[in-house]
């Protein structure tokens, strides 16, 4: 469990279950969360990165995800950061993102709805 907040813990962990696409990005920005705030050691964190990769595919970080991003960020207002895990999910033609941090309903280039997956509704 990576939370202190069982019922989004479980719900994340309900996510990964069912599997999916995940973006390269995200892959870092966990390693980023999970040695700093989290202080996992790094086989902890490798541990975790190969349970994901088992059960998700993975979008790499390419020259044209960066090149959308760019339009995403410029279009949308959101971190590049964001813009890159839009622009992969976009690229592998998800329709659905998952996203605490960026705003819920949102609708992207008509094709790609984020949700927060932690609001009850």
Excluded at 1 to 22: C, W
Excluded at 88 to 96: D, M, P, S
Excluded at 113 to 121: A, D, K, W
């Amino acid at each position: 469990m990576l939370s202190a907040d069982t019922t989004k813990a479980d719900r994340a962990e309900e996510l990964l279950a069912i599997g999916g696409t995940i973006n390269v990005q995200v892959l870092n920005e966990f390693v980023s969360i999970a040695s700093r705030k989290l202080r996992m050691s790094w086989i902890e964190i490798r541990e975790v990165l190969a349970q994901v990769r088992a059960v998700c595919v993975v979008e790499p970080l390419t020259i044209e995800t960066h090149e959308r991003a760019l339009r995403l960020a410029e279009r949308y207002g959101i971190s590049i950061y964001d813009a890159l895990i839009v622009s992969a999910a976009l690229l592998a033609n998800c329709k659905t993102l998952h996203s605490e941090e960026m705003q819920d309903g949102q609708v992207i280039d008509r094709q790609l709805t984020i949700r927060n997956p932690f609001t009850t509704s």
